[in-house]
């Protein structure tokens, strides 16, 4: 599986992105997928996952209620809409894929496949 992150740019507090991650390979469907982020000087960390199936997603506390992850089957592709943007969501994000819930979810280390990350930067 092959992950191309993309959406990411330079956008206001309190303004919205929609982050996109496209997938090649025809087993889209057999992977949980997830959005982690970096910010400058910190570790690596979880935002958002959806199962396989999309029928279920979880969320780090500090974007729940302003973040919304999908997925589009059809189009091999993933999304990260954020709302509400604050300084601290600037960070470079980072799509990824396991067949593992609790690595998505940022639970269990050793994910099997990373994108390249897209920068997020929210002025105040």
């Known amino acids: 599986v092959q992950l191309q992150a993309s959406g990411g740019g330079l956008v206001q507090a309190g303004g919205s992105l929609r982050l996109s991650c496209a997938a090649s390979?025809?087993?889209?469907?057999?992977?949980?997928m997830g959005w982690f982020r970096q910010a400058a000087g910190k570790e690596r960390e979880f935002v958002a996952a959806?199962?396989?199936?999309?029928?279920?997603?979880y969320y780090a506390d500090s974007v729940k209620g302003r973040f919304t992850i999908s997925k589009d089957p059809a189009k091999n592709t993933m999304y990260l809409q954020m709302n509400s943007l604050e300084p601290e969501d600037t960070a470079v994000y980072y799509c990824?894929?396991?067949?593992?819930?609790?690595?998505?979810?940022?639970?269990?280390?050793?994910?099997?496949?990373w994108g390249k990350g897209t920068q997020v930067t929210v002025s105040s």
């Open positions: 990824a894929a396991d067949r593992s819930w609790g690595v998505v979810a940022g639970t269990t280390p050793g994910m099997d496949y």
């Open positions: 390979g025809r087993t889209f469907n057999s992977y949980h």
């Open positions: 959806i199962s396989a199936s999309g029928g279920r997603t």
